[in-house]
């Protein structure tokens, strides 16, 4: 069967011809969510750890990071060319020189093509843009933006510290600067509808981004979410929801946006619920056959410049 959506896999090879491989980065970054000046407490679905691997406090360099890592990735997955993803925490948030040392030192590793930086809609501005405006000249750089969804009551309710309209200042400041844009949201957030979830693709969908995740809200020990899951305020979506969500949220996104993932990735020793969260194959291939069993592919549902009746 033709792959219903634009996957990663197939993006890398229509650019450089073969196979490149993500290699994610722990740079000791914070978060204004965490360091007081927004918030201590962080968002209701994150630990302390921000998905990070602790390998920066652990004195393990970005350079050390990318080769430790080359060498498992060249013999598993056969990849000629990497990118360095820079995941934890959000990864514009320091002194710019700080940054440009960062990122410099995993662009000069051999076989790196490209970054991709995780971060914020609330910690960018022009200098941290100019910067990787530069890089983008010669290499392939991702800015991914970490939005979760498009409506504001539901940021506040995980208390995301920004709003929606910080977003669309990011996005418009980075656009047409040669800089690829990839927005992150989660599907099943506490009190969002089905018809919410995918009102927030059909917005996405005519801000002119170039790359997509999909991630699962799961519960992880240690988080608010924990606590609402624990005492019953909710619920988890199961797998066919998941699927038949994420198969939408994608019918309504153009064809021309990059799927870089589709469910989440949630450390088994972290995981409270929901435990099908770890199956990514099922989940990867449940989402596959919703798309066949209901005629639907990337790029169905949307009408470019108006709300579509779905």
Same mark, same amino acid.
């Given at each position: 069967m033709e792959n219903p959506y634009y996957d990663l896999n197939t993006y890398f090879k229509?650019?450089?011809?073969?196979?490149?491989?993500?290699?994610s980065i722990d740079a000791g970054m914070s978060c204004p969510n965490r360091d007081g000046r927004?918030?201590?407490?962080?968002?209701?679905?994150?630990?302390?750890?921000?998905?990070?691997?602790?390998?920066?406090?652990?004195?393990?360099?970005?350079? #050390?990071? %990318?080769?430790?890592?080359?060498? $498992? =990735? &060249? *013999?598993?997955?056969?990849?000629?060319k990497f990118i360095a993803y820079f995941q934890s925490f959000t990864n514009t948030y320091a002194?710019?020189?700080?940054?440009?040392?960062?990122?410099?030192?995993?662009?000069?590793?051999?076989?790196?093509?490209?970054?991709?930086?995780?971060?914020?809609?609330?910690?960018?501005?022009?200098?941290?843009?100019?910067?990787?405006?530069?890089?983008?000249?010669?290499?392939l750089i991702w800015i991914e933006y970490g939005l979760q969804s498009a409506h504001?009551?539901?940021?506040?309710?995980?208390?995301?510290?920004?709003?929606?309209?910080?977003?669309?200042?990011?996005v418009e400041a980075t656009q047409n600067r040669g800089i690829q844009i990839c927005?992150?949201?989660?599907?099943?957030?506490p009190?969002?509808?089905?018809?919410?979830m995918l009102e927030t693709a059909k917005?996405?969908?005519?801000?002119?981004? #170039?790359? %997509?995740?999909?991630?699962?809200? $799961? =519960? &992880? *020990?240690?988080?608010?979410?924990?606590?609402?899951?624990?005492?019953?305020?909710y619920t988890c979506l199961d797998m066919t929801e998941y699927a038949n969500l994420a198969c939408e949220f994608l019918a309504c996104m153009p064809k021309n946006v990059v799927i870089q993932r589709l469910t989440s990735d949630p450390h088994p020793g972290e995981l409270v619920a929901p435990l099908w969260s770890l199956q990514k194959a099922e989940i990867r291939s449940l989402i596959r056959q919703a798309f066949n069993d209901r005629g639907l592919y990337q790029g169905k549902w949307f009408t470019a410049g108006s709300e579509n009746g779905h």
């Open positions: 229509n650019i450089f011809g073969h196979r490149v491989h993500k290699i927004l918030s201590t407490s962080g968002c209701i679905y994150c630990n302390q750890t921000g998905s990070g691997t602790g390998f920066f406090q652990k004195g393990i360099s970005v350079t #050390d990071q %990318l080769q430790n890592a080359k060498a $498992y =990735i &060249i *013999k598993r997955f056969k990849a000629k002194p710019l020189d700080q940054l440009k040392r960062l990122y410099d030192e995993a662009l000069a590793v051999e076989d790196v093509v490209g970054l991709a930086i995780g971060t914020r809609p609330d910690c960018v501005d022009g200098d941290i843009l100019n910067l990787l405006q530069g890089y983008a000249k010669n290499h504001d009551h539901t940021l506040a309710l995980i208390n995301r510290g920004h709003d929606f309209k910080a977003f669309q200042t990011a927005v992150h949201v989660i599907l099943g957030l009190g969002e509808s089905r018809a919410q917005i996405l969908s005519r801000m002119g981004i #170039d790359g %997509l995740k999909l991630h699962l809200l $799961y =519960i &992880i *020990k240690g988080t608010e979410m924990e606590n609402l899951y624990q005492t019953g305020a």
